[in-house]
């Protein structure tokens, strides 16, 4: 009977339910910049690219409204975000010559990075950063985590 | 162009779970000294072929347990392989996360899942009980929330195991967060209200070895 007390004190004691909480305090105060432009260039910037950083900053940041730097608003954007993007490619060099001598070809990777400046309508400066990542099998994937780095930096607040 | 994020989130997860599985796996299928008992019952040691080698545990135990993480607000199902030899055992867990209530942050309930490794210590070992202390990490991979982002902890447990048969058992476990980052607060609530800052969880436990 009472190494059955213990058991069942045992168990009630390991169900308890505790608290706890994710939570992620926002870079950039959103409700001052509620509505963002976005303008994606240098050498890598394309128009693919550039909707999918507005799909996912409308998804993930705290930003009110996004939308792109060259299309119509229905109201004039409170702050501007430009980014320059370039890719690099590495390895798969001596493609040829692994084909002549048999040998397996290094395989190509990928590297991405972007820099990015947040204005506000006045041409001040509010935020800048770059980011960078390497090492990715495609061209793609190498752009699109070096955009979702930027995404992540204007993820809105959460406490969850 | 969503459904893409979405995917790459995917498979960035799955090759880390994967990446884990082959870590288990690899501590499980270490080369090792097989046991064969002779006639005059004296136990030898004997190398193993190469060729079995790898299918030769080097664990003395290897447990499977599905556990069920007590949190408020969330639900966390998981899964934890854990093998040992002698006094030391390694647990590794996978754990699911979701909000069981609703958020104004959140539109979907998913958050991500959490990833676990620990280095165990065995004191007491037996038939119908045994305890293990140990020292780890936990990580929340929430890609849920975004795909980068994540939360670690270095984490001290407890697992308390009963052995009512010989191959199935019930698992309690106790863990605290030492150090953490700063995006995950054990023993805060959403509203801000504190509570004990100790997470249990509760498993059904089947013993392969």
Redesign the interface.
């Given at each position: 009977m009472y190494t059955l007390r213990r058991?069942g004190l045992?168990?009630a004691?390991?169900?308890?339910?505790?608290?706890?909480?994710?939570?992620?305090d926002a870079s950039i105060d959103f409700r001052a910049y509620p509505n963002l432009s976005v303008e994606l260039g240098g050498p890598d910037g394309s128009a693919?690219q550039s909707?999918?950083l507005e799909?996912?900053l409308r998804?993930?940041s705290g930003f009110r409204s996004v939308t792109r730097a060259t299309l119509p608003t229905p109201e004039p954007a409170s702050a501007l975000l430009s980014l320059e993007l370039s890719v690099h490619s590495s390895g798969g060099d001596d493609l040829i010559l692994a084909i002549l001598t048999d040998d397996e070809p290094d395989p190509i990777t990928y590297s991405a990075s972007v820099s990015y400046r947040l204005s506000a309508r006045d041409g001040r400066v509010i935020d800048s950063g770059a980011e960078s990542e390497e090492d990715e099998s495609t061209f793609?994937?190498a752009v699109?985590s070096v955009l979702?780095?930027v995404?992540?930096h204007y993820?809105?607040?959460?406490?969850? | 162009m969503y459904q893409c994020g979405i995917l790459r989130r995917w498979s960035r997860s799955i090759s880390r779970l994967a990446t884990l599985a082959c870590a288990l796996a690899s501590l499980l299928c270490l080369p090792g000294i097989a046991r064969a008992e002779t006639t005059t019952g004296l136990d030898v040691d004997t190398e193993t072929e190469p060729a079995s080698a790898a299918l030769v545990p080097s664990a003395d135990r290897v447990l499977a347990t599905g556990q069920w993480f007590w949190l408020q607000g969330k639900a966390m199902p998981g899964i934890e392989l854990a093998a040992g030899r002698g006094l030391f055992e390694l647990d590794l867990e996978l754990s699911f996360l979701t909000l069981t209530e609703p958020s104004r942050d959140l539109d979907a309930s998913f958050l991500g899942n959490q990833l676990g490794a620990f280095l165990m210590l065995t004191p007491l070992r037996g038939r119908y009980f045994d305890l293990n202390i140990g020292l780890g990490g936990d990580l929340y991979l929430l890609w849920g929330i975004q795909s980068g982002v994540s939360e670690a902890a270095l984490t001290p447990r407890v697992v308390a195991r009963i052995w009512p048969f010989e191959n199935l058992g019930l698992t309690f476990t106790a863990r605290s967060y030492l150090l953490h980052s700063g995006g995950v607060d054990l023993g805060t609530a959403r509203d801000g209200s504190s509570g004990p800052p100790l997470l249990f969880s509760t498993g059904i436990t089947w013993r392969f070895l």
């Open positions: 058991l045992l168990v004691l390991c169900t308890g339910c505790a608290p706890m909480t994710f939570s992620n693919r909707a999918y799909s996912e998804e993930h793609n994937s699109e979702d780095d995404v992540f993820l809105r607040a959460y406490r969850l | -």
